[in-house]
């Protein structure tokens, strides 16, 4: 079985101030994992995906988070927070189903407010 | 490619009724997933087909819920008898590629208020 931790439900910053969401996973065997994030009356948004390709995963928006296997840790960062980056943000491990399928195991999620 | 979209976007009923949602995924992704999420909480796995057939339905999926992929193109999630607990947002999603590595599609989702 697998989960993920996102250790904080809300995260405030400043805008033009870097952005830490924290997430930490728990996996019987090389996971996958992802960020999603959710803006209100939104779908969920793909921001990154690890896919032991690279530990530091490039996203969209200039997010980028980095595979730390000896941590148990995929943090979420981002060098200068805009407004528009306020959301709910997603840690997510991916699992094969017994039916074949993926299924995912979403965190608690991050709230994230960027004020001015 | 227009997404996946999902309808109603809102649906409000009275405990007892019967409710049906539709998903109507990504065209040629042969994945579909559903998951529901509480205020608060992170979206939680409930059921999967692969085309036309359910391979997998969480614990969470009581007998009182029913998914259905009839043509391997849009599903239909019903929920009969709703309760209060039924209350929340309902998430479709869809994948092409079996890869664990792939991304799932999500579609805005269904909000279910049961008064």
């Known amino acids: 079985a697998q989960s993920v931790t996102q250790l904080d439900s809300h995260v405030s910053v400043s805008e033009g101030t870097p952005v830490l969401l924290r997430c930490n996973y728990s996996s019987s065997y090389s996971p996958s994992l992802f960020w999603y994030v959710q803006h209100p009356n939104k779908g969920l948004q793909l921001l990154l995906k690890y896919t032991s390709a690279a530990t530091l995963v490039k996203g969209i928006n200039g997010f980028e988070a980095e595979f730390k296997k000896s941590e148990t840790s995929f943090h979420l960062t981002k060098p200068s927070a805009h407004m528009s980056d306020a959301a709910e943000y997603f840690c997510v491990v991916s699992g094969r189903g017994t039916g074949g399928g993926n299924k995912l195991t979403f965190g608690t999620g991050t709230q994230l407010k960027v004020e001015l | 490619d227009t997404g996946v979209s999902q309808n109603p976007r809102h649906k409000i009923t009275k405990r007892g009724q019967n409710v049906t949602f539709r998903c109507d995924p990504i065209s040629e992704h042969n994945r579909l997933y559903w998951y529901r999420q509480t205020l608060g909480q992170g979206p939680e796995f409930l059921t999967y087909f692969q085309n036309e057939a359910q391979l997998e339905k969480s614990r969470l999926l009581s007998d009182r819920f029913s998914a259905e992929r009839p043509k391997g193109s849009f599903s239909t999630l019903e929920i009969q008898r709703t309760e209060q607990g039924d209350s929340a947002m309902y998430l479709c999603?869809?994948?092409?590629?079996?890869?664990?590595?792939?991304?799932?599609?999500f579609g805005p989702g269904t909000r279910l208020t049961v008064l």
């Open positions: 999603a869809s994948s092409l590629d079996p890869g664990v590595y792939n991304e799932q599609f």
